[in-house]
């Protein structure tokens, strides 16, 4: 059996929570592409059952212990065999016609890859002003980002995500692919048939008008270079 035509990469710390539902997603999306698809799971300094579960659920784990999301992301995209690259964090899961959609939409030579739209796990009036605030900022720049999905060849152009960034490695990683994909001649697309759901326990912590009324902390996230509001919000975040 040749290699999978999927990889999807999960960057993990201490996601006992999540880490099966995420998964339960891929393998519901991996229906209409069975043997496929690998599942690479980064474990990050994870002191709970994080990798008995992925182990359980048959994917494959390794470690990376940097607190650098860009860096654990672009150490599983090493591993990966797929002829496209999937990334997905572990406390979202996607639509089971996502990978579908991703193939079709790879399967035109003028896509260089993309992003999908993000829903919440709960709404209120303060995450409902978050989520279209984002949105607005997505339209404004024709990018999005949640689930990343790209050739591995486009990836490896790129360099993968800017490991020089401990934050907002994922909005960087989008404007260089689309970046790219004018240069080249390709669309840089928001997929249509696949989305995912994730879960707001950032919310739950900070508030549901944190993005209003933390505007330092949200400056700081996106510039990329503060370690300590990135320890705080990902790599020590205890929920």
Not at 91 to 97: C, E, F, K, L, N
């Amino acid at each position: 059996m040749g290699p999978p035509k999927f990889s999807v990469v999960i960057p993990a710390r201490n996601e006992e929570r999540f880490i099966g539902v995420c998964l339960d997603s891929i393998r519901a999306a991996s229906d209409a592409c069975p043997g496929d698809v690998e599942v690479i799971v980064v474990l990050n300094r994870c002191s709970d059952k994080t990798e008995e579960i992925a182990k359980a659920w048959g994917a494959r784990t390794i470690r990376e212990d940097a607190r650098n999301l860009a860096r654990i992301r672009n150490a599983g995209a090493r591993e990966a065999q797929g002829r496209i690259l999937v990334t997905i964090d572990a406390d979202s899961r996607m639509t089971a016609g996502t990978l579908t959609a991703i193939d079709c939409a790879l399967a035109y030579a003028a896509t260089i890859g993309g992003g999908v739209h993000i829903f919440p796990d709960r709404y209120s009036m303060g995450i409902r002003v978050t989520v279209w605030l984002f949105r607005l900022m997505m339209l404004a720049g024709r990018f999005s980002g949640g689930l990343f999905w790209c050739r591995r060849d486009d990836f490896e152009a790129l360099g993968g995500f800017d490991e020089r960034l401990v934050s907002g490695e994922d909005i960087d990683f989008a404007l260089r692919l689309k970046a790219l994909g004018r240069k080249t001649g390709r669309r840089f697309e928001t997929l249509r048939g696949g989305h995912i759901v994730t879960s707001c326990r950032k919310f739950d912590e900070y508030g549901d008008w944190c993005v209003l009324t933390k505007p330092l902390l949200v400056w700081r996230l996106f510039r990329g270079n503060h370690q300590r509001e990135a320890d705080a919000f990902y790599y020590e975040f205890k929920r």
